[in-house]
Nanobody
């Protein structure tokens, strides 16, 4: 299991932007089988859902409910992954989690709370 740290969450008015970031251990080596996969979120009384991901071929993938409003980026040298969110809506309120794949095993951080005020 890989320890991940999410940051950047907070409260924002509807329509506003927010950036959340994820940091993996600095000594970890990013490879084809060990990489920062993307971001998920979990709203109250809801299951954890994919928000955005970057495939191992570097192609981004976005959930339909955020497509056009978010951009995912990854810096393998710094072991960071960032989710830029725009035009946030109250339904985007959730705990946002970073996901790391290590030989097909998922690791998660503690999450960062994003609250969108309507």
């Amino acid at each position: 299991q890989v320890t991940l740290v999410e940051s950047g969450g907070g409260s924002v008015q509807a329509g506003g932007p927010l950036i959340v970031s994820c940091k993996a251990p600095r000594l970890i080596t990013i490879t084809y089988r060990m990489y920062m996969k993307g971001w998920y979120r979990q709203a109250p009384r809801r299951q954890r859902a994919l928000v955005a991901a970057i495939r191992r071929d570097d192609e981004p993938r976005y959930a339909d409910f955020v497509k056009g409003r978010v951009t995912i980026s990854r810096d393998n040298s710094r072991k960071t992954e960032t989710l830029q969110m725009n035009s946030l809506q109250p339904e985007d309120t959730a705990v946002y989690y970073c996901n790391f794949r290590s030989q097909d095993i998922d690791s998660w951080g503690q999450g960062t709370q994003v609250t969108v005020q309507g």
